[in-house]
């Protein structure tokens, strides 16, 4: 009786799934008919008009086909750096290209093939969607970061604060994934995303806050075109700092890669889930890697802001840079414990960040003068 | 219906296609991937054991202390936000009103520090 319910609950997924799909392809149809003839008009009059019409941000650029080359290739840079700095090879036979670099899509198409297993025990839907949902929370964001005065997909004059509420989701979901799971493992991985989120969104917030401060905007478009004389940075180097940390806890990077600790948990939040369900979770966290690193960029680096080469190709360099950074801690750091994690998050990094702003109050006057 | 919010129609199309593209690497594997199913597959792991009991047992909540610091500073968190907007044209009030709300942070921050660490009241 049990088994049957089971076969039947995936053979509804299937169906649901794909009729979500089909439903969804036809939105794109009815969304994107006009804009799509529009374009490929432009293919036989103007092609240049292309590079600035909003589908090709939407699917190229700031969008799906960059953040999705990104994402494979810090996935990639992650273990081979790691590997490099504890003297082993890393990835290295997959495909022609040298230096593995194809291992990412290798491992793409092996849990394409792989099974998808629900544990009986599952609150089923929940454990199904909850993947879904995190990847949407990570992608979402993307949207927001400007990469160029014309390249943005969604100029809202309040985007950061859209920003932190997408980021803001991801711990829920978390915890919703490892509740369903009805595993301890599972269970307590979540929690430790909840611990390590509500130690270190404050911190983020009131970092983030001086960059608003200094561009008296909260419309990242507004933060970058601030930033074209001096980067925040130099105003604002501790609040940089304080920033950067966050972002490691947020993205569970190494000194804060608490919920998954595989040595201690098995995997965390991530335990029972298996094939492409797990590849999803993955793949949600790196795209969320490029959109707080297009973040950094923006709040801290002066966003698309330097000299010679034109303004997205400074974004594309900075977010490289940053997201070089974020997954080079790997290689360097050992894995904190949670107790360390929050205590240095509330007793450490807040004063700091409050402090922070206290600076920035004292020398007000000054910096409105340098920045006008 | 182009141009009444641009930015606002492509991001739901950018949201839209991000779902989907997720609901796609789902059907995939669904479609091709075999199905084998036996019971010890779907049982819940436990590092190689057979799970004995319930899978829900009861975790101590240590460090519920820093949840509830969470909810007094989210909310207070939001009032400097709204300060930071006005930074410019504020006057004497901007220097009057950021130092209120972080000294009305530090009590809070200090106490409830003080009282996480005594892990046996949790």
Redesign the interface.
């Known amino acids: 009786m049990a088994?049957s319910t089971?076969?039947d609950f995936?053979k509804a997924?299937?169906a649901g799934?794909?009729i979500?799909?089909l439903i969804?392809?036809a939105?794109?149809v009815v969304?994107?008919y006009?804009?799509l003839l529009d374009v490929l008009s432009y293919l036989f009059t103007n092609p240049s008009l292309i590079l600035i019409h909003?589908l090709f941000?939407?699917?190229i650029f700031p969008?799906?086909g960059f953040v999705g080359i990104v994402a494979v290739l810090a996935i990639w840079g992650e273990r081979k750096f790691a590997a490099k700095v504890q003297n082993r090879v890393g990835p290295l036979y997959a495909g022609a290209l040298p230096g593995g670099i194809l291992q990412p899509i290798a491992d793409l198409l092996k849990?394409?093939?792989?099974?998808?297993?629900?544990?009986?025990?599952s609150d089923r839907l929940v454990f199904?969607m909850a993947?879904?949902a995190a990847?949407?929370m990570g992608?979402?964001p993307?949207?927001l970061v400007p990469y160029s005065p014309s390249y943005v997909?969604?100029?809202?004059p309040l985007s950061l604060?859209l920003f932190f509420v997408f980021t803001g989701f991801f711990p829920m979901v978390l915890l919703l994934a490892g509740w369903s799971?009805?595993?301890?493992?599972s269970?307590?991985g979540g929690?430790r995303a909840?611990?390590q989120q509500?130690?270190y969104?404050?911190p983020m917030?009131?970092s983030a806050?001086s960059a608003?401060?200094?561009a008296?905007s909260?419309s990242l478009m507004d933060i970058a075109k601030a930033q074209t004389g001096v980067w925040f940075i130099v105003l604002a180097p501790i609040s940089a700092v304080v920033f950067f940390t966050a972002v490691l806890a947020e993205l569970e990077k190494f000194p804060f890669e608490i919920p998954e600790a595989e040595s201690e948990i098995?995997a965390g939040w991530m335990?029972?889930y298996s094939?492409?369900?797990y590849?999803?979770y993955w793949?949600g966290i790196y795209v969320k890697l490029v959109a707080f690193s297009g973040l950094f960029a923006v709040l801290f680096l002066g966003g698309w802001n330097g000299p010679l080469i034109p303004a997205p190709w400074w974004m594309i360099i900075k977010v490289g840079v940053v997201a070089t950074l974020i997954i080079s801690t790997r290689a360097f750091f050992p894995r904190i414990r949670?107790?360390q994690l929050?205590?240095a998050g509330?007793?450490k990094l807040?004063?700091l960040a409050?402090f922070n702003?206290?600076i920035l109050?004292a020398l007000?006057p000054w910096l409105?003068r340098l920045l006008s | 219906m182009?141009e009444a919010d641009?930015?606002?129609?492509?991001?739901?199309?950018?949201?839209?296609?991000?779902?989907?593209?997720?609901?796609?690497?789902?059907?995939?594997?669904?479609?091709?991937?075999?199905?084998?199913?036996s019971?010890l597959?779907?049982?819940?792991?436990?590092?190689g054991q057979v799970?004995p009991g319930s899978?829900?047992?009861r975790?101590a909540?240590?460090?519920y202390a820093?949840?509830l610091?969470?909810l007094v500073?989210?909310v207070t968190?939001m009032f400097?936000?709204l300060w930071?907007?006005s930074?410019?044209n504020s006057g004497p009030w901007?220097?009057i009103y950021?130092?209120a709300l972080?000294g009305v942070?530090i009590p809070p921050?200090v106490f409830?520090?003080k009282l996480s660490k005594a892990m046996d009241l949790w």
């Not at chain 1, 394409?112 to 297993?117: D, G, P, Q, R």
């Not at chain 2, 597959?41 to 590092?47: H, I, L, P, R, V």
């Open positions: 088994s089971r076969r995936f997924l299937l799934v794909a979500a799909l969804g392809v939105l794109d969304l994107l006009r804009p909003p941000m939407v699917l969008g799906l849990l394409l093939f792989k099974e998808i297993i629900i544990p009986k025990d199904v993947p879904v990847f949407l992608a979402a993307v949207a997909i969604f100029d809202f604060l799971s009805n595993n301890k493992f269970f307590i929690l909840l611990y509500a130690s969104e404050i917030f009131l806050l608003v401060m200094l008296k909260f098995v335990t029972e094939g492409m369900t590849g999803l793949f949670i107790d929050i205590s509330w007793t807040i004063p409050l702003i206290l109050v007000q409105v | 182009l641009q930015g606002l129609y492509w991001f739901v199309v950018f949201v839209l296609i991000m779902l989907e593209s997720g609901l796609l690497f789902y059907l995939i594997p669904m479609l091709l991937a075999p199905r084998k199913r019971a597959k779907e049982e819940t792991f436990e590092a799970p899978k829900r047992i975790f909540l240590q460090y820093y949840l610091l969470f500073f989210d968190i400097l936000f930071g907007f930074f410019v901007g220097f950021p130092l972080v942070l921050l409830t520090v």
